[in-house]
């Protein structure tokens, strides 16, 4: 294995010196690609948002699709950072405005500082769990957790997570989620259709919290069921479960308007210390390689993850981060920097390479929001899934889980947003693949993970790629 240095110097070099060009490039053909889908974004029933509805004039500009740097797109009418500066800043004046008069909100919770530390034994978490499911509400409904009850999950959740590695191995069957973004009320859905555990396994690959209003829900109901059932609900970590980011899409001010200092900075910086503690990557019956992000040019073998020691207070650098933060991009073939400013973006061969050398059949992962819920890359070696339907009430995306069986084939679940011919709509899009692969090695090396059933959404062959945004 090469040295630490060596494999340093690797990921170095693949920074060019026309790398701000580059960048430059792919951030003018981001914002274009996020105006189209803008235009194309009608209004919907608000499911996870109250008040105003956010204006589609300043979309979500840090998910991207995997063919927003393609070079066809050259013209835009604002830049990325004023985007992202100007819905971060309504954002930040809706949620200031609504804290103003915190003493007249029924739904904040204004524990005292003289709240003390509670047991977790002293929390039945079943019950505790069942109450999420009780009273479904459409829209923003706060369950009015009390800061001892938040402190305590959290601290179970971090020694659950630090008794793991960093590289998860986990055994099917199980079903693969993505990103979630403090979408509550999708989340008990697709539980609720899926199945709770223990019964089914999970498998979520980060992004709890951010950008939707209930990510305290969303992140606390995990960790319930994780430290309830640790060998059925694994939660990987996301680039949105670091303090750099998450201080800034949200979270962070969520819970300041939710309980009072210091309970709430105390609040935060526990949430921290848990997320460093989770794993990064998972292989699921050594087969199926799972991350929130992608690959990295110095993923030698799995033991460059396996071997990263936890905590990881500072992810922003080398295997780490990539696993974080890296994009496949169908319109090169192996590196180039990323335009997000952290990680890289990655071709169709270097999916190959690795799959070769690591003996891994498909990888899955999240970081991107598509149209359909899913994407697949790489003549299926690649699939990115995104667990968050009507994302932020901005886009008419699906969501999608996907479902691996014991003999390791996969089926994918779609989620729509409500209206006229869901049920349709659920079909055609469970729909993925209707002729066998053109390339017969295709087929073969996917042939243990991909089954060729007749029921709806298991996968037998491949058509066109659906378009993500």
């Given at each position: 294995?090469a040295s630490a240095s060596s494999r ?6 693949i920074?060019t010196?026309?790398?701000?060009k580059?960048?430059?490039i792919?951030l003018?053909d981001?914002?274009?690609?996020s105006?189209?889908?803008t ?10 948002y109250?008040g105003r509805?956010?204006?589609p004039?300043a ?14 797109r050259?013209?835009?009418?604002s830049s ?8 971060i800043s309504?954002?930040?004046q809706e ?21 003390v ?8 978490l ?11 509400q459409?829209g ?6 009390k800061?001892a009850?938040?402190r305590a999950i959290?601290?179970?959740?971090m ?17 693969i989620?993505?990103d979630?973004h403090?979408q ?6 697709m539980l609720?259709?899926l199945?709770?555990?223990?019964s089914?396994?999970y498998l ?8 939707g209003?209930?990510?305290l829900?969303?992140?606390i ?7 309830l ?5 694994y939660?990987l ?9 998450n ?11 939710l ?9 935060w910086?526990l949430?921290q210390?848990a997320?460093?503690?989770?794993p ?5 019956d ?18 460059d993850?396996r ?10 650098k ?6 974080l ?11 180039r920097?990323?335009?997000r ?5 990655f071709?169709?061969?270097?999916v ?8 891994i059949?498909?990888i ?5 929001l ?18 968050a339907p009507?994302?932020?009430n901005?886009?008419?995306?699906a969501g999608a889980?996907l479902k ?9 679940v779609?989620?729509v947003?409500g209206?006229?011919?869901?049920q ?11 002729s066998p692969?053109?390339d017969?090695?295709v087929?073969?090396?996917a ?11 298991e996968?037998a062959?491949?058509k066109?790629?659906?378009?993500p945004?």
């Open positions: 294995m340093q110097v690797k990921r170095n070099q920074f010196k026309d790398v701000r580059q960048r430059a792919s003018k981001v914002s274009m690609r105006e189209q889908m235009s194309m974004s009608k209004s919907i029933a608000p499911t996870q109250s509805k956010m204006e004039s979309p979500l500009m840090e998910k991207t699709c995997p063919e927003s740097s393609s070079p066809d050259k013209q835009r009418h990325l950072k004023d985007t992202i500066k100007n819905f309504r954002r930040a949620r200031t405005s609504g804290a103003e008069g915190r003493g007249g909100i029924s739904n904040v919770n204004l524990d005292s500082e003289a709240d530390d509670i047991n977790i034994d002293s929390i039945d079943p019950k505790f769990i069942d109450k999420h499911f009780a009273k479904p459409p923003v409904h706060r369950m009015n957790y800061a009850e938040v959290v601290n179970a959740a020694k659950v997570f630090a008794s793991e590695g960093t590289l998860l191995e986990v055994r099917a069957p199980v079903i989620c993505g979630v403090g509550f009320n999708d989340l008990l859905n609720l259709l199945g709770t555990p223990p089914t396994r979520f690959l980060g992004d709890y919290v951010d950008r209003q209930m990510s829900e969303c992140i109901m995990l960790m319930c069921y994780k430290i059932y640790p060998n059925c609900v939660l970590r996301g680039n949105h479960e670091c303090a750099r980011v201080t800034k899409y949200g979270f962070a001010e969520e819970i300041d308007n309980f009072p200092m210091p309970a709430s900075n105390n609040i910086c949430f210390r997320f460093n503690q989770m990064v990557a998972a292989v699921v050594e087969k199926i390689l799972c991350m929130h992000g992608g690959l990295s040019p110095v993923l030698d073998s799995l033991d993850i071997c990263e020691k936890k905590p990881l207070r500072n992810p922003f080398g295997v780490i981060n990539d696993m933060w890296a994009d496949p991009d169908c319109n090169i073939c192996f590196w920097a990323s335009a400013g952290s990680g890289f973006v071709g169709e061969q270097v190959k390479d690795v799959c070769q050398r690591l003996g059949e498909l899955t992962r999240a970081h991107q598509c149209v359909d819920g899913f994407w697949v890359f790489a003549q299926r070696r690649l699939m990115t899934i995104f667990s009507a994302y932020c901005l886009f008419r995306n889980a691996v069986d014991a003999n390791l084939h996969c089926q994918l779609a989620f947003p209206g006229p011919n869901v349709q709509m659920i079909v055609d899009r469970n729909q993925l693949w209707e692969p053109t017969p090695n087929a073969n090396a042939g243990n993970s991909f089954g060729k059933g007749s029921g709806s959404g996968v062959g491949e066109p790629l659906p378009q945004c």
